[in-house]
C-alpha cells in the first residue's frame, strides 16, 4: 500500500456509521488489550456529530474505504493549559488531535501514521507549527506510534473529569 491511496477529507454526516464502527472496534481492542481508555461510552455518536458540525472530524481513506476516523482542533485544549511533569515544547497555537481510531484490518500497515501526517500538513497550511495528543497511560500501541512520528512526550495532563492522560508535542 502506498501514499498515493491514502487520502484524507472532512467527515460527512453520512459517514457517521463507518465511523462510530471504526470506533467500537477501537473500544474492543484496547479492552482486549487491558487499556482502560474509551471503556465509558466516549467518545460516542453526539461527540463525533459535533465534531462534524464544527469541521474537525475526518476520515481517512485507502482507495474508497474508510480506514481510519480522527478529529483535528485547533483551537485551544483547556485542559493543555495545565501539564504536571514536563512542560510543552512551545507556547503558540497548536492542533490538538482526538479521537483517532483505525480499522482493526489496517492495524499494522502504518494507516495512523500517514493519518497523522496528513493531519500536521493540514496544521502547516493553516499556519499552526505545532501538534498536540494525550493518550492513557496503558495505550502503549498509541504512544509508540506518537514517538515513532517524532512526538515528544511532554509530561501528564488531567481531562475535565480527572482522568490522566500522558501528553505529547511535535513541533512541526
Not at 493518550?135 to 482522568?163: E, Y
Amino acid at each position: 500500500m502506498n501514499d498515493a491511496n491514502i487520502r484524507l477529507r472532512q467527515t460527512d454526516t453520512s459517514d457517521l456509521p463507518e465511523g462510530m464502527a471504526l470506533i467500537r472496534m477501537a473500544v474492543q481492542f484496547m479492552k482486549s488489550h487491558g487499556i482502560c481508555q474509551w471503556n465509558d461510552g466516549y467518545p460516542n455518536e453526539g461527540k463525533i456529530l459535533e465534531d462534524i458540525r464544527q469541521g474537525e472530524s475526518y476520515v481517512c481513506l485507502c482507495g474508497e474505504k474508510i480506514v481510519g476516523t480522527a478529529a483535528l482542533s485547533l483551537r485551544e485544549e483547556v485542559t493543555y493549559r495545565k501539564i504536571y511533569d514536563g512542560q510543552w515544547l512551545t507556547d503558540g497555537d497548536y492542533g490538538v488531535i482526538h479521537r483517532i481510531a483505525v480499522d482493526d484490518t489496517y492495524k499494522g500497515r502504518g494507516i495512523a501514521g500517514r493519518f497523522v501526517d496528513h493531519i500536521e500538513k493540514m496544521c502547516i497550511s493553516s499556519g499552526i507549527s505545532s501538534v498536540r495528543v494525550d493518550t492513557h497511560t496503558d495505550n502503549v500501541p498509541m504512544q509508540k506510534m506518537l514517538i515513532n512520528r517524532g512526538f515528544c512526550k511532554c509530561g501528564n495532563i488531567l481531562l475535565a473529569n480527572g482522568d490522566p492522560r500522558v501528553a505529547f508535542e511535535k513541533i512541526l
